[in-house]
């Protein structure tokens, strides 16, 4: 079965850093597009980041400059380095596979609050 | 930036057919995507490529892309389907969710 399972969510404050997980089951990361998607606290979905499987990689708007997504084939996990967090950060984070975003995690909590 | 629209929420009653509209520039030029969100839950894909069902979704679920507008259309709608949904286009690299609808079926 084809599984994400993301972590490394908690309670941060502003100007502060964390780095997310998203570790994969029955499929291989590095052959797939891999994004992440977050959700604020009763809104929508907002696109986060994608990497490609040749390894390009692109950020919305809100966030480049200050998230990394990266891969670790060899642990068959996708992260996203957040630096630089603020209030708006606050959501619930997702990873989802390929550019159908057709199998998601459970999400991981962000708070980022003084 | 590319954006998409969608009603904020769409009213059915049992048994009949609701739509579900997401309107973007140049939209039938792209692929759109439909995710159906319950409270507490995951998004779900419902339908990829404009009109695909992934295995598991019903029948009942189908899709167009046309012009500036992508039209989710759940026909027989039943209380299950009460949800959030989404749609997706990709432009220029970069992901774009519309707004959300919210669907009460009553």
């Known amino acids: 079965e084809e599984q994400l399972v993301e972590s490394g969510g908690g309670l941060v404050q502003p100007g502060g850093s964390l780095r997310l997980s998203c570790a994969a089951s029955g499929f291989t990361v590095s052959s797939n597009y891999m994004s992440w998607v977050r959700q604020a606290p009763g809104k929508g979905l907002e696109w986060v980041s994608v990497l490609y499987s040749g390894g390009s990689t692109y950020y919305a708007d809100s966030v480049k400059g200050r998230f990394t997504i990266s891969r670790d084939n060899s642990k068959n996990t996708l992260f996203l380095q957040m630096n630089s967090l603020r209030a708006e950060d606050t959501a619930v984070y997702y990873c989802?596979?390929?550019?159908?975003?057709?199998?998601w995690g459970q999400g991981t909590t962000v708070t980022v609050s003084s | 930036s590319y954006e998409l629209t969608q009603p904020p929420s769409v009213s059915v009653s049992p048994g009949q057919t609701a739509s579900i509209t997401c309107s973007g520039g140049q939209l039938g030029d792209k692929y759109a995507y439909w995710y159906q969100q319950k409270p507490g839950q995951s998004p779900v894909l419902v339908i990829y490529q404009d009109r695909r069902r992934p295995s598991g979704i019903p029948e009942r679920f189908s899709g167009s892309n046309s012009g500036n507008t992508a039209t989710l259309t759940i026909s027989g709608t039943q209380p299950m389907d009460e949800a959030d949904y989404y749609c997706?286009?990709?432009?220029?690299?970069?992901?774009?969710f519309g707004g959300g609808t919210k669907l009460t079926v009553l």
């Open positions: 989802a596979r390929d550019i159908s975003l057709d199998v």
């Open positions: 997706l286009a990709w432009d220029s690299s970069t992901g774009v």
